[in-house]
């Protein structure tokens, strides 16, 4: 579906930074000198189009709540059967195919590790097929956000975590109501706040102190890539050994086309890699010359890697961290 300018630059810069105001869609409308009315209608047509998701936030794993990356080897008779099981457990966020033995990959985000680990088992008994589980071990880039006109876009500023901050309850609770994003009203925020039972000011506060902590890795438009053409989703791994996973890991967050970078554990003989990166391209040829680019620059050229590309997208949201995350709906 083809965007008009304005639609494309509203989307393109409030991938980050949105902005912490009693009117938010007034402010960012400034940016295209048009009208708060105008801006509302935009981004309202944007979702109801599925080219974003929500307008919220992205949430460092591990921060609020406990999650994991989970794959399962799946017989191609069975996967979207399968897949359709995994879809339905609310802690799944995202669910993918993609191209490997281990052709299912999922997001599990819940409110405690208990509700990860039964979420997990649900799974591994209605499908009787054994869970890959791979939990982070040390997060480096966490963002999804790109230019996408090819321009400079430089990534936000405050999103390295703040070690020993810690969310409190009303923090939580406050993640919790935006889950699914901001609604799209003149004032979203008060919104949330008479919902949860705080003052709009106050709500605004946590935000910005969740986002200059890092907690928040990013604040704006969860856009769907697909939808605008970026169709090669790649995941690269790599077995780097571990006193060179963090030289290695820094070299590949310098270049702008990673959107995420982290650090899992291993589970040989079946998946040995430790080191993952993100790139999103509009065609493959376009992602694997990204890698190439990764690997010299890294010095991972010659480490054992693999390249995995999205297929399908059975499922995409935001992490649950609320009490409906444990019910199955």
């Known amino acids: 579906m083809t965007l008009t300018r304005t639609e494309f630059a509203l989307l393109d810069r409030w991938q980050r930074g949105f902005p912490f105001v009693r009117r ?4 960012a409308g400034q940016s295209a000198g048009i009208s ?21 936030a992205i949430v460092r794993p591990q921060a609020v709540g406990a999650s994991t990356l989970a794959a399962m080897r799946v017989a191609p008779d069975r996967l979207e059967e399968v897949a359709a099981i995994v879809s ?27 509700a990860v680990a039964s979420t997990i088992g649900t799974i591994e008994d209605l499908t009787g097929l054994p869970v890959l589980h791979l939990p982070l071990q040390q997060a480096y880039h966490l963002d999804l956000g790109f230019p996408l006109q090819g321009g400079p876009h430089p990534r936000r500023v405050g999103s ?16 919790a109501a935006i889950e699914d994003g901001l609604a799209i009203v003149p004032q979203p925020y008060g919104n949330v706040a008479d919902s949860i039972g705080l003052a709009e000011t106050e709500v605004i506060r946590r935000l910005k102190r969740l986002a200059q902590s890092g907690v928040v890795t990013r604040f704006g438009c969860i856009v769907r890539h697909r939808k605008l053409g970026y169709t090669a989703n790649a995941m690269a791994v790599w077995d780097v050994p571990d006193d060179e996973v963090d030289a290695a890991a820094s070299a590949l967050v310098r270049n702008e086309r990673v959107t995420l970078c ?4 291993r589970l040989p003989p079946d ?17 694997l010359a990204v890698v190439d680019d990764l690997n010299a620059a890294s010095g991972l050229a010659q480490k054992k890697q693999t ?4 297929t399908r997208c059975f499922k995409q949201r935001g992490a649950v961290f609320s009490e409906q995350a444990q019910r199955v709906h």
């Not at 981004?43 to 109801?48: D, H, N, Q, T, V």
């Not at 890699?273 to 493959?284: E, F």
Request: aromatic residues 14%; contains cysteine; hydrophobic residues 40%.
């Open 24 to 27: 938010p869609f007034a402010v």
């Open 36 to 56: 708060e009315r105008a801006t509302l209608d935009i981004f309202e047509r944007l979702r109801k189009q599925q080219m974003i998701s929500r307008i919220g």
């Open 88 to 114: 339905r457990q609310p802690c799944v966020s995202h669910n993918y195919e993609r191209t490997n033995a281990f052709n299912l990959w999922f997001v599990v985000a819940g409110p405690d590790a208990q």
């Open 160 to 175: 390295r975590f703040v070690p020993g901050f810690q969310p409190d309850t009303t923090d939580r609770q406050l993640l």
């Open 262 to 265: 982290y650090r899992r554990k």
């Open 271 to 287: 998946w040995p890699y430790n080191l993952y990166c993100m790139v999103h391209a509009r065609s493959r040829t376009d992602a």
């Open 307 to 310: 390249v995995l590309f999205s």
